[in-house]
C-alpha cells in the first residue's frame, strides 16, 4: 500500500543549524512527492515539491531530491531561522494514471528552533 | 485572489447530531478534497471531486459521512449520528487542474468537537 514514514520528534535544534527531516515512502509506481508546513495558528501550505526521479525541489532556502532509488525525500536545510519552527509533513500521491488524487502524508515532523 | 474558505471554523455538537461542514475552493479550481486532522490519525485523506463527481468514495470513515459538490464550486461533508471519535480538524484543499503534481491549496479547516 501507500505510506509514508517520517521522524516525529519534536526536534529541537539551535539557531544557524542544519537541519534534515528524513522521509521514505512506499507507493506504486513512481509518485509525486510533496512537503507540506504547519506554522503555529495557520493552515497547511506547500513549502516544495518534485514530480519525477532526481528532481529537486526548494523553496525558503529548504531542499528535497527525489531519491527513486531509496525511497526518500529527505528535507534540508543549511541554516534554520526561529522563524522556520512548525510541523513539516511530507506527502505523496501516485501516479495511477487516473488523474487527481489524495495526498498521503506522514505523521509529521514538529520542528522547534532556539535563539 | 481569495484562497480555500471554510466555514464554520469551530463546531461543537452532541453526540448524536448530524454536522454539515462547508468549503469553497478557489474560484476556477477543478478538484476539491476533503481530509481529517486528528491526534490520533495523523492527516487522512477521505474524498475528492473533479467537478462534482466523486470517483472513489472508499477514504470516508463509515457510511455517516457523505460528501457532495455543487455547480463545480462550493463543497459540503455531512457526518450524521456524530461520534466522539469523529472530533477532528476537516480539511479541504483545492486544485487548479486533474494533474496528480498540481499543488493542493488548503484551508484553514473546521475544527469539529463532539461532546
Known amino acids: 500500500g501507500n505510506s509514508v514514514t517520517q521522524m516525529e520528534g519534536p526536534v529541537t535544534l539551535s539557531e544557524e543549524a542544519f537541519l534534515t527531516i528524513n522521509c521514505t515512502y512506499t507507493?506504486?509506481?513512481?509518485?509525486?512527492l510533496f512537503w507540506y508546513v504547519q506554522y503555529p495558528g495557520e493552515g497547511l501550505q506547500l513549502l516544495l515539491k518534485?514530480?519525477?526521479?532526481?528532481d529537486k525541489g526548494s523553496n525558503k532556502g529548504f531542499e528535497a531530491t527525489y531519491r527513486k532509488e531509496t525511497t526518500s525525500f529527505h528535507l534540508e536545510k543549511g541554516s534554520v531561522q526561529v522563524s522556520d519552527s512548525a510541523v513539516y509533513f511530507c506527502?505523496?500521491?501516485?501516479?495511477?494514471?487516473?488523474?487527481?488524487?489524495?495526498?498521503?502524508f506522514g505523521k509529521g515532523t514538529h520542528l522547534i528552533i532556539q535563539p | 485572489g481569495a484562497g480555500v474558505s471554510q466555514s464554520p471554523s469551530n463546531k461543537v455538537t452532541e453526540k448524536g447530531k448530524d454536522v454539515e461542514l462547508r468549503c469553497d475552493p478557489i474560484?476556477?479550481?477543478?478538484?476539491l478534497y476533503w481530509y481529517r486532522q486528528s491526534l490520533g490519525q495523523g492527516l487522512e485523506f477521505l474524498i475528492y471531486?473533479?467537478?462534482?463527481?466523486?470517483?472513489?468514495k472508499s477514504g470516508l470513515p463509515s457510511d455517516r459521512f457523505s460528501a457532495e459538490r455543487t455547480g463545480g464550486s462550493v463543497s459540503t461533508l455531512t457526518i450524521q449520528r456524530t461520534q466522539q471519535e469523529d472530533s477532528a480538524v476537516y480539511l479541504c484543499?483545492?486544485?487548479?487542474?486533474?494533474?496528480?503534481?498540481?499543488?493542493?491549496?488548503f484551508g484553514p479547516g473546521t475544527r469539529l468537537t463532539v461532546l
Open positions: 507507493a506504486t509506481g513512481y509518485p509525486s
Open positions: 484543499a483545492s486544485t487548479v487542474g486533474l494533474a496528480v503534481t498540481d499543488t493542493q491549496y
Open positions: 471531486f473533479q467537478g462534482n463527481s466523486a470517483p472513489d
Open positions: 474560484s476556477g479550481h477543478t478538484a
Open positions: 518534485a514530480t519525477k526521479a532526481d
Open positions: 506527502a505523496h500521491v501516485p501516479h495511477s494514471g487516473g488523474g487527481a488524487d489524495g495526498l498521503t
